[in-house]
C-alpha cells in the first residue's frame, strides 16, 4: 500500500485532536447502546488509522517540530494556536490514538449504564490527551492539560467502584493543586521569553535562581502526574476505583504526561536547575522503583498490585530521564511507551476477571487459568512483559535506562537493581496464583473462556509486547534525533556551570 | 436633543419606557402575566437596543453623561444579564402574588440604574445612577412570600440596606475630599487635578472611602457582612440578580475610580492587595463548610470579588481589562448556578447540597448547566474562569505582584474541593425519592445560551478582551 504523500496544507493534528470532539458530538445524537459503542468503535479506529499518516510522514532525521500548525489564538495575550510534534510526542500520540479503541473494546460489555455519557467522555479525553501532546504553546498545553480532569474525574466518579466518589475527589484535587504553580510559572517564563512558544521559552538564559523556582513548580505538577514517590498516593486510589478503560487511560497516557513534562519542559527549559536537582530527583526515582515493588507484593487486590507496580515503573522512567544520557533518555522513552502497553494490557485482563468474577481478590481468582487456557496464555505474557522478561518491550527499556544509569552513579543502579527482582516476585506471584494455583474455587469451572472481543482487545498489545521487545530500532530510530536534541539544549553551555559546582 | 443623541441614549429610553409600562401594569391586581411579558419584551428590546448603540459616542446633559465604547459595551452586558434573570425568574413561585408585577418593576429600574451607572462621568449622576440601581434591589429582597419558618427575608433586607446605606455614606464623605482636593465634580477633570496630590494622605483617604461604597457592591471583605445573609434570605431569583449584575456594575465603576490614582501610589496599591488577599482567603475558607448552596455561593463570590481585585491591584489599563474580562465571565458562570438552584428549588425554597443529589438523572440539561458553572467558577479550562484568572494574573505578574499571585493560585486549589463537593451531589449521587424536574422552553433557552456563553468566552476571548481593552482608552483618557 503506498501512503498519501504529505501535503503540509493538511492540518492532521488539528484533524487528530478535533474528530473526538466531532465524534462525541454525534454520540450525543445517537440512540440506542449497541449502536453507540459501535460508533465510538468506528470512529476511534478511523483516528488511529489517520495517526498512522503520521509515522508514515515523520522525518527522523530531524530534531525539529514537525507538522507544524500556527495561528494566532488571543493576539491581546499573544497566545497562540501552535501544535507539532517531534520523536518523542509522536511515538506518545500514536499510543494515545490506538489505545483508545482498545478503551473502547473493553468498555463493551464492562458498561452498562449511561452508556452514551461514558463515551462522550472517553472521546472528550481522547481530545485532550492528543492535545496535550501536540500543543507547543504553553497556554494551549496548560487548557488541555486541566480541561482532562473534567473527564477524567467524571469516568472515575460516576463508573467506578464502591470508594469512586472519594477516588475522584483525590485524583481532581492532587492534580488540580499540583498545576495551579504551573501556571504561575507559565506566566513568569512568559514575561522572560516574551511569548508562549514552547521553543521560544528553550535556551533562553535565565538566571540559576528563576531556574530553581520553575524546576520546582514544574516538578510538584509533573510528579504529581507521574506520580513519583512520595506524591503517588492518588494513584491506587483512582486506579482501583476506575472502571477498566479509565484505569487504562490512566496508566497508559496520563501517567506519561508527567514524565513527557519533564522532557518536553524542565529539562530544555531549566537545564541549570534540572542538573541541580538532579541528584535528588535520582533519588526519589531509586526510592519509588523499591517502594512500589515492595507496597505491590504485599497487595491481594489485582488492581492495587498493577497500580504500585506502575509507581515502580515509572520509576524507572524518571530515572532514564536524569540519568541525562542518550541510553538514559530514549530508555526512559521506551519505558514510557511500555508501560503504557503492558500495564494498559494487564488492566484490561484484571477488567476480565472481575468482569467474570465480580472481584479481584487474588485468594478469590486463584484457579481461574485451569478453566481459561487462552486467558491464561495471555496473562503470562503480560506478566512476563512487566517483569521485564527479556525478549518483552519492557527489558529493552529497562535495560537501556540502568545502562545509562550505570554511567552516572554505579550505587545508584545497585540500589535499583533490586526492584527487578521485586517486580519478578510479584508478578510471578499473581501469575503462579491466578493461573495456576490449586482452585479452592470450583465455581470457576463454569468460566467462560475469552470470547472474540477480548481477544481482539487484547492482540494488539500482545504484538507491541514482542515488536519492541525483539525489534525495538525502528521507534529508537524515530526519537533519535529528537533525544539528541534535547540532550544537547540539557546538557549545553547553560547547564555546564552547574555540572562544574558540583 | 439631537438625533444623534436621541439615538446614543437609546437603552436607556427603551429601560424608562417598559418601567413605566410596567408600573401602569403594575396598579392593577393579578396582572403577573402582563408583567412578566412586558419585562420580557423590554429585556429583549433593550438587548437590541443596546446592540445597536454599539459604536455610539456621545457626551450628554452637558457633559455629565458619557456614551462611549467602555459604556456601550457594559450595556449590553446589563441588557443580556438582565433578559437571563427575567427568563429565569418563571412564575417568581416565591414571591408574594400581590407584589409580583412590583417585583418586575422593581428588576427593570435596578437594570436601568446600572445602565446608566457605566456612563456617568459626573460624581453627583453616577451616585444618583448607583442609588436607582441599589434602591430598588434593597425593595426586592423582602418580598420573598413568608411561610413558616421563613422570616430571614426580612432581617436579611435590613442587613441589607443599612450596610448599603453606611456604604454609601462613606463613599460620599470619600467624595467629598476628593471635591474638596479638585474643585470639580467632572471625573475626567478630576483625574488631572489630582495627580499632582496623589500621594498626598487626604487623597488617598478620599480615593479610599470612596471605593468602599463600591467594595460593598461587589462584596469585598470587609464590606462582605451582608452576602451570604442576603443571598439566603432573599428569594432565588433576587439573589441571582444581586449576585450577577450588580457585581459588574460596581467592577465598572471601580475602573472610573481607580484609574484616578494616576501615577501609582504605593498605599493605594498596598490597599488593594490587602483586600483581594483577605477576600480571597475568607471567602474560600468559610466556603468550604457551606451546606446551603446560595450561601456557598455567596462566599464565593467573596473570594471571585477578590480575584477580580488582582487585576486593580495592577493599576494599568491590561489589569482594568482582566478584571472586566472576569467579572463579565462571572456573570455567566453565576447565573449558570443560579438557573439550576431556581429550577432544582421546590415553591421557591433554599437549596441545600442535599437537594442536588442524582441531578444529572433529574434533569440531565441542568447538570450540564451546573457542571459547566461550577467548572467554570472553579478556573478549569476550557471555560471563562480559567481564561479570566490567566488574564489576570497575567497582568498582576507583569507589574511585579508574583506573592499576590501565588496566594491566588493557592486559592483556586482551596476552592475546588467545594467546587467538586456540588459535582459531587449533582453527578455522582443517586437521585433517591427526589422527583424528575421538567424545564419549560425558556429555561431550556438559558441554560444552552449561558453554557454556549461560557464557553466561547473561554475559548474564543480574543473579541471580547480586545474591545475591553480598546474601549478603557476612553475611560483614562481626557
Redesign the interface.
Known sequence: MTLPSYNPDFPILSVLIFSPLVAAAVAAMIRGENLLRWWTLISTTAIAAVSLLLWGWFDATTAKFQFVEHA??????KICYTLGIDGISLLLVLMTTLIMPLCVLCSWSYITKRVKEFMICLLVMETAMVGVFCALDF?LF???W??M??PM??LI??WGGPR??YA??KF??YT??GS??L??AI??L??KAGSFDIRAMMGQPYGAEFQCWVFLAFFISFAIKVPMFPFHTWLPAAHVEAPTAGSVLLASILLKMGTYGFLRFSLPITPYATHVFTPYVLGLSVVAIIYGGLTALAQSDLKKLVAYSSVSHMGFATLGIFALNISGLEGATLVMINHGVTTGALFIVVGIIYERLHTRDLGETAGMGKFMPVFAGFLGIFCLSSLAFPGTNSFIGEFLVLAGGFKVSIPMVLCALPGVVIAAAYMLRMLQKVAYGHTDNPDHSRLADLNFREVVTLVPLLVFVFWIGLHPQPFVNVMHASVQHLLEQANGPLAQAAVALR | MTTAEFTAFLPELVLLAGALVLFVISLGDGRTRQARAAALVMAVATVVACALCLGQQALLFNGAYRVDAFSQILKLVFAAGFTFVVLLSGELCDIRADVKPEYYLFVALSVCGLVMLVSCVDILTLVIALELSSFPLYMLVPLRSERWGQRSQMESAIKYIMFGVAANGIMLFGMSYLFGLTGTTFLPEMIVKLRPVVTSPLAIAGLAMTFCGLFFKLAVFPFHFWTPDVYQGASNETASLIASLAKVGAVAVLVRFVSLVSPESQSVVGLLTLLAVASMFYGNLIALVQKDLKRLLGFSGIAHAGYALIGFAALDNAGYAAALYYIVGYLFMVLACFVVICKVSCNGVNVSMDDLAGLHRRSPLLAVTLVVGIFALAGIPPFVGFMGKLTLLSAALAKGHLSLVIIAVVNTAIAIYYYLCVVREACFRDAGDLPAIQLDGPTRAVCVLLIVGILVLGVVPATVIDAITSSLACVSLR
Open positions: 494566532a489564538w488571543i493576539p491581546s495575550l497556554i496548560f487548557v488541555f486541566e480541561a480532569l473534567i474525574a467524571l466518579g460516576i469512586k466518589i475522584a475527589l481532581f484535587i488540580m493543586a495551579v504553580l501556571l504561575v506566566i513568569a512568559f514575561l
